[in-house]
């Protein structure tokens, strides 16, 4: 296998492992918020995930590997089939919101309860995010939260590091629940 | 074959046993990749035996929630509450297959560790050195998850594993810490454990 095609397999492997997590943390978000935009947002990355795993199957079995190598591509090929369970078992807890069922107080409270949670916050005008782009903000090395999308009036947007935060946005953002307060105190500005 | 644990319905608030089941799901996720990663088939068996527990949960879930609904609506309610509960479970069902390549020594590909290192929450494994700061502290003082933004999965000390240590368990030298979280509170770590740093800002 050359260089460049072992790139392409890392490269897919990445977004399929990011892209899956992703989805997980999106999932409950739209719980959490009773937000059928997130919800929905999970079936279109469930459909993205679908292509992507399938390129990442041909990337493999074009790898042109020997007998002795079998053994280590099939242990990619089995890590895909991972990404892709875990994608799978995110769409169906977004289904909850899409088939528009009430979010039941247990469920929210559970969420909100668990290691790691889901929250969202306004960037006021004071925020020092205010203007700052994702890259520069540095929020996950600062609270430990990552920005999963912003809301932006009535648009969704997923987070690049050059996305720039502007007041007024709405940040959904996961994590460790003990930087919730941190990150809710730097998108509020106090 | 496994031994069947004999199932029994045990009055736990749905809530509790959902919360648990996330967190572990999770935890499991983190741990399997670990192993895939660390190549331990300590923390490989430990993902199988969680997986066991989850799904205990899930049944005592279920029991709970036949018994909370009264009516129609009840049911509608919490259909939510089942959902989720067995997505919590195809996930454990995913972490435990990771770990199934593992332990069945499927082989891990090159690629896979070159991925790892470009995933947005980054995995690491680093031993407590003897001036380290880390040593002899407990988790909640350390409190690593605001500070630096990452979490400790695992510890372990000797031949023994600490999963999911808690706010009371205490750092030793000499331990191996297994921990994920953004690639700067990573790097940070790393240093803390080798003593190369020993400031841990607020």
Redesign the interface.
């Known amino acids: 296998m050359d260089e460049k095609h072992?790139k392409k397999?890392?490269d897919a492997?990445?977004e399929l492992?990011?892209t899956s997590?992703l989805m997980?943390d999106l999932?409950?978000s739209s719980?959490i918020l009773n937000s059928p935009e997130l919800a929905r947002e999970v079936q279109e990355l469930e459909e993205h995930m679908d292509d992507l795993h399938t390129r990442f199957e041909l990337l493999v079995l074009s790898s042109g590997f020997t007998p002795e190598e079998s053994?280590?591509?099939?242990?990619?090929i089995?890590?895909g089939?991972?990404t892709e369970?875990?994608a799978?078992?995110?769409a169906?807890?977004g289904?909850?919101v899409l088939r528009r069922?009430?979010?039941?107080p247990?469920?929210k409270?559970?969420?909100e309860?668990?290691?790691?949670t889901v929250t969202s916050a306004i960037v006021s005008e004071e925020s020092i995010l205010n203007g700052k782009t994702i890259k520069e903000a540095?929020i996950?090395?600062?609270?430990?939260?990552?920005i999963l999308a912003i809301r932006r009036g009535k648009r969704w947007i997923r987070p690049k590091p050059s996305t720039r935060i502007e007041a007024g946005d709405v940040l959904i953002a996961s994590?460790?629940a003990?930087?919730e307060?941190?990150f809710k105190r730097l998108a509020s500005g106090h | 074959m496994d031994e069947w644990e004999k199932i029994e319905y045990k009055p736990i608030p749905v809530r509790a046993l959902l919360v648990e089941m996330k967190n572990l799901s999770e935890l499991m996720i983190d741990l399997a990749y670990s192993s895939a990663l660390f190549h331990s088939y300590e923390l490989a068996e430990d993902v199988l035996e969680l997986e066991k527990k989850v799904d205990n949960l899930a049944l005592l879930l279920k029991m709970n929630i036949m018994i909370a609904a009264r009516d129609a609506k009840d049911a509608e309610d919490l259909l939510g509450v089942s959902l989720v509960s067995s997505s919590a479970d195809k996930i454990s069902d995913a972490a435990a297959d990771i770990a199934y390549i593992v332990l069945h020594g499927i082989g891990i590909h090159p690629a896979v560790r070159e991925a790892f290192e470009r995933v947005e929450e980054r995995l690491g494994r680093f031993q407590v050195k003897q001036n380290s700061i880390l040593a002899s502290k407990k988790l909640k003082e350390l409190r690593l998850a605001s500070r630096i933004g990452v979490d400790i999965i695992a510890i372990r000390r000797g031949r023994d594993w600490i999963i999911d240590p808690k706010g009371s368990d205490k750092i030793l030298q000499g331990d191996v810490l297994i921990a994920r979280g953004a690639p700067a509170g990573i790097d940070e770590l790393k240093e803390l454990a080798q003593g190369t740093s020993r400031e841990l800002e607020d």
């Open positions: 072992f397999i890392v492997l990445v492992k990011d997590e997980l999932a409950y719980i053994k280590d591509f099939l242990g990619l089995r890590l089939v991972v369970e875990i799978d078992a995110a169906k807890m289904e909850v069922l009430k979010t039941h247990v469920l409270l559970a969420v309860e668990a290691e790691e540095r996950a090395d600062e609270t430990g939260m990552w994590g460790y003990e930087g307060e941190d």
